[in-house]
């Protein structure tokens, strides 16, 4: 019995982990600047890709295979920093009070570029290389032979989980991000700049998908098409969780990767649909996902 329970239960949780990075950054972005960022898979790739061509770089110049870790976090700061503040000054701020249906509009644009710009800077091949995993090794848990890169991605899930609550219910930041999110024209009126909280939520949302783009590089690689993949998983578990809910997504997380997980275990047929039967399920039960609710909306 445990050996298969043990193998499903840590297949589901690191499955979870990565998809947590990309729904959470998402959720995040939407919680305070209400924009559904069509684009968000795009990042998740592009943070991929730069730390395969890093990875693939150090390993070709026979540098000390410890670097990979560096390069797996300094991928993510690096898109964060390039394209967090360029797209929130030049495009996402011109979006701000629009309809859903332009946002939508805009940044799906914004994701057919970035597909694009993807192509002809890293051409249409596959991108591997799992020397950070290889370098952890494996453990024995229950009997099972487990990796223990998996392992850490479980753990640096739930440390993010931990530290998004300390930044938001501990620091000023996080106290200057909840008078945003309550009520932004009246932050704005007792001195608050929401412009410079704007370009830090939407960094800090860049940063978090380009990072589990980078963590899933020495597990499944990245290739053409993974933006687009990440980006429907990744609004299917915002909307199980509730758009802009952070507790919703790292709950709706674990749903999708052990509904994911028990389909490739059990029914591999299903793989590609279970995510999104699970969130039918709820969204039939809950129609604003698990921890969302109706709000009145200012017109």
Known sequence: MS??????????????????FAAVGLTLVFSVLRVLNVAHGSLYSIGAYVAASIC?????????????????????????????????RTLIRWTYGKSEAVQILITFGLFLILEDVQRMVFGVQSLYEDAPMRLLGTSLIGGVVYLNYQIVLIGMAILVIIGLRLLIRHTRLGRLITAVVADREMAQSIGIDTNRIFILAFSLGVFLAALGGALAVPTSGVAPGLGADTMVLAFAVAAI?????????????????????????YVPALDAVAPYAAMLIVLLIRPYGLFGSVTARRI
């Open 56 to 88: 693939l770089f150090i390993v070709s110049r026979q540098l000390s295979p410890y670097l990979s870790f560096v390069a797996l976090l300094f991928s993510a700061v690096f898109v964060a920093a390039l394209f967090g503040p360029l797209i929130e």
């Open 241 to 265: 969780g509730g758009l802009g809910q952070i507790e919703g997504a790292a709950i709706a997380s674990l749903i999708v990767g052990f509904v994911r997980v028990l389909a490739i275990y």
């Open 3 to 20: 050996n298969t329970v043990i193998p499903l239960l840590l297949d589901s949780l690191a499955s979870a982990a990565l998809i947590f």
